[in-house]
């Protein structure tokens, strides 16, 4: 055997295998790049999966409060009926198409909560302007300023309050919001000397001025005359 035939032979011999296979080194490297992200795409989808149970697995949220605000609602109007009928009976007359509401000591403040939701059946919420006059835990009162604020707030309107002694508040009420439409005084402030240099600031003739006269609430002009007025 000649040199050259043997040359050959060992050439034939030492060739690699994918030369032979038909992939090229390119191409199997395109194959390898593709490979990886599929294999990531899959365990992304795992996990999504995964999620997916967990959430659903999870308990439902709390009910909701609406029931237990109701209620308390519908407890507050029972107990202020008195007022609450006359307060439907002057907004079915007048018709107003928003108001400005004064409450001269708001007590516990359910009447607020029942006078409030009472106008809110005929007047939109947006309409409704509170201002509230009361010493609140500063006077002795179980009733905090801030709960009090959290309480109105619930019912979709934005409070106006004055945490101070009677007569400084409604003159603070005179001079920033002025006369209102409907006042509630639970502190006989109209038959006090004060009243007189307030009333004319603070309501019109068109006004509603009700006092809290033992388990009634009886109209009344300010300034001193407690007398009942036609309702």
């Not at 365990?43 to 949220?61: E, F, H, L, Y």
């Not at 006359?86 to 403040?109: C, F, H, M, N, Y």
């Not at 919420?125 to 300023?145: H, P, R």
């Not at 409907?182 to 307030?198: G, N, P, T």
């Amino acid at each position: 055997m000649s040199l050259l035939k043997i040359w050959n032979y060992f050439r034939k011999t030492d060739e690699p295998e994918s030369a032979s296979s038909g992939v090229k080194p390119a191409e199997a490297a395109v194959v390898t790049s593709n490979a990886a992200p599929t294999a990531k795409r899959r365990a992304d989808a795992q996990a999504i999966g995964d999620r997916t149970d967990v959430a659903v697995s999870q308990p439902p949220p709390a009910k909701s409060k609406t029931k237990a605000v109701t209620k308390s609602i519908r407890a507050a109007q029972s107990r202020h009926s008195v007022l609450c009928k006359k307060l439907r009976k002057w907004v079915k007359a007048e018709t107003p198409a928003s108001l400005r509401v004064l409450e001269i000591g708001v007590s516990d403040g359910q009447r607020a909560e029942a006078v409030l939701s009472t106008l809110m059946q005929t007047i939109p919420a947006e309409s409704i302007i509170y201002c509230g006059v009361d010493t609140f835990e500063m006077g002795g009162s179980d009733l905090t300023l801030k709960d009090f604020h959290r309480q109105i707030r619930g019912l979709g309107i934005q409070p106006r309050l004055f945490p101070m002694p009677t007569t400084l508040g409604l003159t603070r009420v005179a001079h920033s919001l002025g006369q209102c439409d409907v006042i509630l005084d639970s502190q006989e402030f109209h038959a006090s000397e004060d009243a007189k240099k307030l009333t004319a600031k603070l309501a019109s003739d068109a006004s509603l001025w009700l006092a809290d006269v033992g388990n009634d609430w009886v109209e009344v002009n300010g300034g001193g005359d407690a007398s009942k007025r036609a309702a």
